[in-house]
């Protein structure tokens, strides 16, 4: 097996800085330039916002299983652990001083700003892959039951190399203008499959959820052909898909701290507590929130102060019982 770390993407920054994208790719030995062309490729993508670090112990896991079974390994694996590496070592989710989200800003353009000349390179080094895996985590105040996001407009292509990754449900969305400028939007546009997944809370990494999804890379790997060793190391996840349409929302009607009664994953029923909103300088319960469906809550606030509006959970509808997830 080869194993290579490689640059796909250098800036200069003042004071002799430079900034450095970089991937590990693994695959196997004795290869021709031809030989290379012709192999399956998956690439695993994390680290776009600074703040979500789940996907970073994913990526570990998956190169170290590799490693333990080089020859298991049949195609090109590629991992890309941190596209925003400034705003990972400054732990922000943003790029620092440009008070720029990254994951609106692709395909770039290969000229101008170092952001769009940066995003350029990273849609040109993933173009080509027969799947790109985009890692991503909550925020600091929402927990993520593991999930694939995928755009309506590219459902039927999506939604078979979704249900391979070991996931929890699939989220089934309608695509809006602000979307367009995500990366997983610009490698579906120009052929490149790219299923976004979300897992896990801001700053924080969970390791039940990080090997949870390298079983389902692995499954992924073995379904096009890049892997033929072990896949799955844990339990194996049964996606149910789903659409807006079955997802409901609550949000805070008061001020207040949230103190969750039912806990993240949890099957509830329609008029059944999830959780108080109180308030501790006058020991008043300032609201009761209940579930308005019967579902899965796969979001559940983490964070316990909250505002009117706050968005307190999601819940997933349409499903019977937790079984069916």
Not at 288 to 311: A, E, N
Request: aromatic share 6%.
């Amino acid at each position: 097996m080869i194993k290579k770390t490689e640059v796909i993407s250098s800036y200069r920054l003042p004071v002799d800085e430079v900034l450095e994208i970089k991937r590990c790719r693994y695959m196997p030995e004795n290869l021709s330039g031809l030989d290379i062309r012709r192999l399956p490729r998956i690439s695993v993508v994390t680290g776009i916002h600074g703040d979500e670090l789940e996907g970073q112990y994913m990526c570990y896991e998956v190169g170290r299983r590799i490693s333990e079974s080089p020859e298991c390994l049949k195609g090109i694996v590629d991992i890309y652990p941190a596209i925003n590496p400034l705003g990972i070592d400054s732990i922000t989710r943003g790029i620092p001083n440009f008070d720029l989200d990254m994951n609106r800003t692709f395909p770039g353009t290969g000229h101008n700003t170092m952001v769009e000349y940066v995003a350029s390179d990273v849609v040109n080094s993933l173009d080509g892959s027969d799947l790109v895996i985009d890692c991503h985590a909550s925020n600091i105040y929402l927990t993520e039951l593991p999930q694939a996001r995928v755009p309506v407009d590219y459902s039927e292509k999506l939604i078979p190399l979704a249900e391979s990754l070991n996931l929890d449900f699939i989220w089934v969305h309608q695509a809006s203008t602000v979307l367009e400028s995500t990366l997983c939007h610009s490698l579906n546009v120009i052929g490149t499959p790219c299923v976004v997944v979300e897992l896990g809370v801001g700053m924080r990494i969970t390791k039940e959820y990080g090997r949870q999804l390298a079983d389902g890379v692995f499954n992924a790997m073995k379904k096009l052909k890049i892997w033929d060793g072990e896949v799955f190391k844990g339990a194996k996840h049964t996606a149910t898909v789903s659409t807006d349409g079955y997802v409901s929302f609550l949000n805070a009607n008061a001020s207040g701290i949230f103190v969750p009664s039912a806990r993240h994953s949890d099957y509830v029923k329609e008029g059944d507590e999830v959780g108080r909103i109180i308030e501790p300088l006058t020991s008043e319960i300032k609201e009761i929130v209940k579930s308005p469906v019967d579902g899965l809550i796969f979001t559940l606030r983490d964070y316990p102060v909250v505002l009117s509006g706050s968005l307190l959970g999601r819940i997933l509808g349409g499903i019977e019982t937790c079984e069916e997830i």
